[in-house]
């Protein structure tokens, strides 16, 4: 929002002296933001100049220049006239106009200096309103008689700065105003603002007489009959005639100035004056072409199929959520708060004018705009919020104008329909703003601070009963209004303390645990990658998840990045392995990824939902947070090609399944839980080289090995593609506390084998935990070295050779080693059948 300073003064008091810095300082203490300051780009002479000749010249590329002998008075330091080259035509001889001359500085930086162009020495530049950036003209240049009031121009010699005068070193601040803050979308805003942070009087443009109607005037019917949250799309309808205006008449140049200060274009009579009020009050407002309405106003939600030409001239198709202005119902005028259409639109020919001043849902107005992408000066205010209690004073303000430039006459009968919503009340403990803030508040500060505002502060002993003023939609609670002390008294008086961390916190368990595996991870060799948490049924498919896999029950996303991945992964797998891909598509043969993360286990059960504006009891809070599915941390790896690169020592060995099922070893091993593994079936990997994971307990948290052939080929990944995928929190749980390092004992090891035949069918894993519970407390290790199949133990059966090493606090003899070794074996037999070879 762009405030001239001048057009400040007129509504606060201003210091005289105050530049265009002082005053954005002056708003920057109350959190209006300084965006820049533009104005006083005009430096050097640029003075009041008369013309004393001018003798047209025609160019051989067919253009016509004139050269001028300009009356620049002294200010040329000789008092002789100025010759001056000038392009434009609607001047002439005797005329006194805008010159600038050599050293002077034009908006833009352009300094004009004396140069020699169309056979003359040009000294200097007589100037257009585009050149001084005073508009956009630059038809023709200034001639002061038709810009200038006849007084001031009588006052006017050659030589004269025309700097003051033409208003060139006033200053415009720009100013940043936050969704919250639309009231300051305005003049009336800003200087509100600026007399609360200088304690200075505020004259309120709005307080101005609104003039009582003899009765009923143009029909207005408030129709909507879907509104959004059961807040009606307009409340407050204010609808004004003004009869016989002259829509040619030009708007006043004070009037035009000011527009162009704000950054507003002058266009016609009608246009300027909504402009002006909306800019001074925040108000938009809308005028019609009253000839060119049939019916009463109704204004309703669009129909499906109704289109409306707006004014940009652009055929838009509405939408039911639309509010439009109709006429009679059934003509679109307006999408309501946004633009107008061109049906109704003011023109040369026009003589009376419906001014329209109303109060529309921010909601629907925003949700509008930005369908249609039709972001205008009325969007940005109405879906801010602008003040319901403002608009018969904008709509008698506009009409005042219209009649006193346009010649009208005003008819006595108004229409004002509707009735807005007061603001709520707010009770408020005056201590919340000491508490939140931490600085000391007095309560008659925080009385006084919302009194200046604008609120209504009634003491009830203990609270405070606020109720906000109609321009604060933005204040509806507590935090809101303690924002507000904190904002007047001055953000700058709020210290910067770092606060202190207390002794004795670090981090939890949990999180070394799972930073000390990622390091553990990356040590072996894997990259931590991390991939977007979204997936799709097709995916699914290709791992070859069954139709009843509870994996394939999850969250489905309203609103996706992308159509094609919907739902919220339940596996890293899911995830992880397009990763992979795509690294090897790009080079990388020997991948070898894992990251960690969160998966969602199961869907959400829906629930109704509360009702809003109170918080929800215990019980509908438990429901609410029982219906969310779980999110474990998962750690997951997927490797292809070599784990060994070739070298001098031989060639490359490709990474196996085993590979993978040692990274998970090593997992556990980083956090000292002892992962069990044994042979299982689990999609996505080959049935015949997988192995499920589990903690101690017999409790599974993942599986292992080798992807499916098909699967590979569905997802295009390398053959002979391993993954794993483990539940990392479940492991943590089962870690209890951290790895403490062991004792090393100067005693000697003893070392037995033992090969065990058992049925093809039996595992591994079980043979090993049957010895390793038949050994004794001093069995120190266990080590599977040696699987044999073939005649010497039949068909169907397989030869497992184990490797037992004891240590004790003593030296073990030979006799003691081996009665630990048959207890160990007998143990496995009674557990598994096995047979000692």
């Known amino acids: 929002m762009r405030a001239p300073i001048e057009w400040l ?38 003075v009041v100049g008369k013309v004393l000749e001018r003798t047209p010249e025609e160019q ?94 009588a006052g006017l010699a050659p030589g004269d700065d025309l700097i003051p005068v033409l208003g060139l070193d006033a200053e415009t601040v720009e100013v940043n105003v936050t969704p919250d803050r639309g009231y300051c ?132 198709t509405l939408v039911p959520e639309d509010l439009l202005i109709t006429d009679g119902g059934t003509t679109p005028l307006a999408i309501a708060g946004v633009m107008g259409g061109a049906t109704s639109e003011v023109d040369d020919t026009t003589t009376d004018v419906l001014v329209e001043a109303a109060h529309f849902d921010s909601v629907t107005v925003a949700r ?21 209690a403002v608009t018969a004073a904008a709509a008698q303000l506009a ?41 000391d508040y007095p309560r008659e500060e925080v009385v006084a601070t919302l009194t200046a505002i604008g609120c209504d502060v009634a003491d009830e002993g203990q609270l405070l009963r606020v109720t906000p003023p109609t321009w604060r939609p933005d204040l509806v609670d507590g935090p809101d209004l303690v924002e507000e002390v904190a904002r007047v008294r001055g953000y700058d008086q709020i210290p910067s303390v770092v606060p202190r961390a207390s002794a004795g916190r670090g981090l939890t368990h949990s999180q070394r645990a799972r930073r000390t595996v990622a390091r553990t991870l990356a040590a072996t060799g894997l990259v931590e990658v991390l991939s977007y948490p979204f997936t799709s ?67 959400i059960t829906p629930l109704p939902l509360p009702p809003g504006g109170v918080e929800p009891d215990a019980e509908t809070l438990a429901r609410i947070t029982g219906g969310v599915p779980a999110q474990p941390r998962h750690v997951a790896i997927a490797a292809s090609g070599a784990a060994l690169p070739a070298g001098p020592h031989g060639p490359a060995r490709p990474v196996e399944a085993t590979d993978v099922v040692g990274w998970v070893r090593a997992i556990g091993d980083s956090i000292g839980v002892e992962l069990g593994v044994e042979a299982a079936q689990r999609e996505p990997f080959h049935p ?102 073939g005649d010497q133990v039949g068909q169907g059966r397989k030869s497992l050779a184990y490797r037992l090493t004891f240590r004790a606090g003593r030296t073990l003899k030979t006799d003691e080693v081996s009665a630990l070794r048959d207890k160990a074996v007998a143990s496995a037999a009674s557990a598994t059948g096995a047979q000692q070879r």
């Open 9 to 46: 003064r007129e509504l606060t008091e201003v210091d005289p002296q105050a530049k265009g810095a002082d005053v954005a300082a002056t708003l920057v203490r109350v959190g209006l933001e300084e965006e820049g300051i533009i104005g006083g780009e005009v430096t050097g002479p640029l």
């Open 60 to 153: 051989k590329n067919g253009k016509t220049i004139n050269w001028c002998q300009v009356d620049v008075g002294a200010a040329n330091g000789t008092g002789e006239p100025q010759g001056i080259v000038c392009g434009a035509h609607n001047f002439d001889v005797g005329d006194l106009v805008a010159v600038i001359l050599p050293g002077g500085v034009l908006p833009g930086n352009f300094e004009i200096s004396a140069r020699k162009t169309y056979g003359h020495v040009s000294a200097g530049m007589i100037c257009s309103a585009m050149e001084l950036g005073l508009g956009e003209d630059h038809d023709g240049i200034i001639v002061l008689t038709q810009h200038l009031p006849a007084d001031v121009v």
């Open 185 to 316: 979308l305005s003049m009336r805003g800003i200087a509100r603002e600026y007399a609360l942070s200088e304690g200075t009087p505020f004259v309120d443009p709005a307080d101005l007489p609104v003039a009582e109607p003899t009765g009923p005037g143009h029909e207005v019917r408030l129709a909507d009959d879907a509104p959004v949250d059961g807040v009606p799309g307009c409340d407050r309808f204010v609808a004004r005639v003004v009869r016989g205006i002259d829509a040619t008449a030009t708007s006043p140049e004070w009037m035009q100035r000011r527009l162009t200060e704000v950054g507003m274009r002058p266009i016609s009579l009608a246009v300027d004056v909504t402009n002006y009020v909306m800019m001074l009050l925040g108000q938009p407002l809308h005028a019609y072409d009253l000839a060119k309405l049939s019916g009463a106003i109704e204004v309703r939600r669009a129909r499906a199929g109704e289109t409306l030409t707006t004014l940009d001239d652009v055929e838009r």
């Open 368 to 388: 509008s705009a930005r369908r249609h992408r039709l972001a205008t000066e009325a969007s940005k205010r109405f879906e801010r919020g602008v003040d319901p």
């Open 399 to 439: 009409v005042d104008l219209l009649v006193e430039h346009g010649g009208g006459t005003a008819d006595p009968t108004a229409t004002d329909v509707g009735s807005p919503a007061e603001p709520a009340t707010i009770a408020l403990d005056p201590s919340l703003p000491s508490r939140y803030i931490g600085l």
């Open 537 to 603: 049924e097709e995916r699914h498919d290709a791992l070859g998840y069954a139709a009843d896999d509870a994996r394939r029950t999850t969250v489905r996303l309203a609103n996706p990045l992308q159509d094609e991945a919907p739902l919220m992964r339940t596996s890293i797998l899911d995830t992880l392995l397009d990763t992979l891909r795509r690294n090897v598509s790009r080079g990388h043969r020997d991948v070898a990824l894992y990251e960690i993360g969160l998966v969602t286990a199961g869907g």
């Open 688 to 789: 015949g080289r997988c192995v499920a994971i589990s903690v101690p307990g017999g409790e599974v948290v993942g599986h292992a090995g080798e992807l499916h052939p098909k699967v590979c080929s569905r997802l295009e990944l390398p053959e002979r593609t391993v993954a794993a995928e483990l539940d990392l929190d479940a492991i943590v749980a089962a870690s209890g506390e951290p790895v403490k390092p062991g004792q090393l004992s100067t005693q000697p090891v003893a070392n037995t084998d033992v090969a065990l035949v058992v049925d093809e069918g039996v595992p591994a894993a079980a043979v090993a935990a049957a010895l390793r519970s038949g050994a004794g407390d001093d069995l120190e290790s266990l080590t599977l070295f040696d699987v044999y199949r």
